[in-house]
């Protein structure tokens, strides 16, 4: 069975810094890859995806992520955060023709 | 992109009584739709998948009786909260297939039981 591990439940970072949240998965084979952000009493926005083709995926807001088979890892980053990228991160995968599984989060505090 | 939209955003209810939250697909038809359930401060669980056409699938430990999905139309899904308790007061999110590799997702809907 598929699963996804967010580490990290609460990540805090200057205004400016570089933004990393951490998700790592398990799945017989590649799964398809998301990263969605969840502002306040909202739903999920998706903020970019993995399906084939280039590991390096490119997102709104200024978001990329990096998919590392060999470290079955799909880690998000920012240069350098603003005040409005506080938010709620999921990371979530889906294995071919299945269901999408979430991971279980990490909020993302930027200071001042 | 596609638009998800949910009815109603919010709602408030006594205990005992039941709640019908829609999930409309805006400007596409989705032959799936599922369900998911998120508590405070915690991720989404899926509830059940909902196939335009059949019964739903539901997920283990999830109460097929209490939690009713219909899915009659390539544009709507219900899930119908049935006698409702505290317990159940969560915010109930809907999402719509396009594709294997594209879903996309409802703004939620916060259920309060009284």
């Known amino acids: 069975a598929q699963s996804v591990t967010q580490l990290g439940s609460h990540v805090s970072v200057s205004e400016g810094a570089l933004v990393l949240l951490r998700c790592n998965y398990s799945?017989?084979?590649?799964?398809?890859l998301f990263w969605y952000v969840q502002y306040p009493n909202q739903g999920l926005q998706l903020l970019l995806k993995?399906?084939?083709?280039?590991?390096l995926v490119k997102g709104i807001n200024g978001f990329e992520a990096e998919f590392k088979k060999s470290e079955t890892s799909f880690h998000l980053t920012k240069p350098s955060a603003h005040m409005s990228d506080a938010a709620e991160y999921f990371c979530?995968?889906?294995?071919?023709?299945?269901?999408?599984?979430f991971g279980a989060g990490t909020r993302l505090t930027v200071k001042p | 992109g596609a638009v998800v939209s949910q009815h109603p955003s919010w709602v408030i209810c006594k205990s005992g009584t039941s709640v019908k939250i829609e999930c409309r697909s805006l400007?596409?038809?989705?032959?799936?739709m599922f369900w998911y359930r998120q508590f405070p401060k915690q991720s989404l669980m899926l509830m059940a998948t909902?196939?335009?056409?059949?019964?739903?699938?539901?997920e283990q430990g999830v109460e097929k009786d209490k939690f009713l999905i219909n899915h009659a139309s390539l544009t709507l899904s219900t899930l119908t909260v049935t006698s409702a308790h505290p317990e159940d007061s969560s915010f109930y999110i809907c999402s719509a297939d396009i594709s294997v590799n594209e879903q996309f997702f409802g703004p939620g809907t916060r259920l309060t039981v009284l």
């Open positions: 979530a995968v889906r294995p071919r023709n299945n269901d999408m599984r």
């Open positions: 799945s017989s084979v590649p799964p398809y």
């Open positions: 400007d596409f038809q989705a032959t799936t």
């Open positions: 993995y399906t084939t083709g280039a590991t």
């Open positions: 909902s196939n335009e056409g059949s019964k739903a699938t539901y």
